[in-house]
């Protein structure tokens, strides 16, 4: 009888690391989630800004309305990885695809800041200096929520992989590890597209 009691509270104990592993591994895949989810909010409101930006600029830079398309493409491209990697956070090539776009989006944006500088009137224009403000803002919040992103899939990452968790992951639907969202060259995109005037 207590040879039989001692199997069975082993054999309970085992249940009980068994779930308690594969519940810490929800809870941390949920935390990253929900962090993906803070930069989906501020990224939407980015893109929602950056077509009233180009807007206001249209009627002073009617002559380089090539700078104006490739602003509206690299933000729908941007837009489109957004929603890419919406469906499934950590999936590494969303992420991928949503780095490359953020960082044409980037590169947009700062060939529309030149185009700017050349028209003292556009840089005086409130609406666009209150837009501008509310950008630099929105990047601010992006890096933050990106950094909680980030920190989020490390610590599933790490506890994914930890023996003798890696195990249990590969056995009930844990089998790879979440991507960062990265971007090329970070001390450049730390900052946010200067839009002075």
Do not use: C
């Amino acid at each position: 009888m207590l040879g039989l009691l001692i199997v069975l509270a082993i054999l309970l104990f085992a249940v009980f690391w068994f779930v308690s592993i594969y519940n810490q591994l929800v809870v941390l895949k949920g935390r990253y989630q929900n962090a993906f989810a803070q930069i989906e909010v501020q990224l939407k409101r980015r893109y929602d800004l950056i077509p009233n930006l180009v807007e206001i600029a249209k009627g002073y830079l009617q002559h380089e309305n090539k700078t104006l398309i490739a602003v509206t493409e690299a933000r729908n491209a941007a837009l489109a990885g957004l929603k890419a990697a919406t469906i499934n956070p950590g999936n590494p090539a969303a992420m991928s695809q949503l780095a490359d776009a953020e960082q044409q989006l980037h590169q947009a944006l700062q060939a529309f800041n030149i185009q700017i500088e050349a028209y003292p009137e556009l840089k005086a224009n409130d609406t666009l200096l209150q837009l501008s403000e509310e950008l630099t803002a929105t990047e601010n919040r992006v890096a933050f929520a990106r950094q909680g992103f980030n920190d989020g899939v490390t610590s599933y990452n790490i506890y994914r992989n930890q023996f003798p968790n890696n195990i249990i992951a590969q056995r009930f639907g844990h089998t790879t590890d979440a991507s960062l969202l990265e971007i090329e060259n970070p001390q450049e995109y730390r900052q946010a597209p200067k839009i002075s005037f």
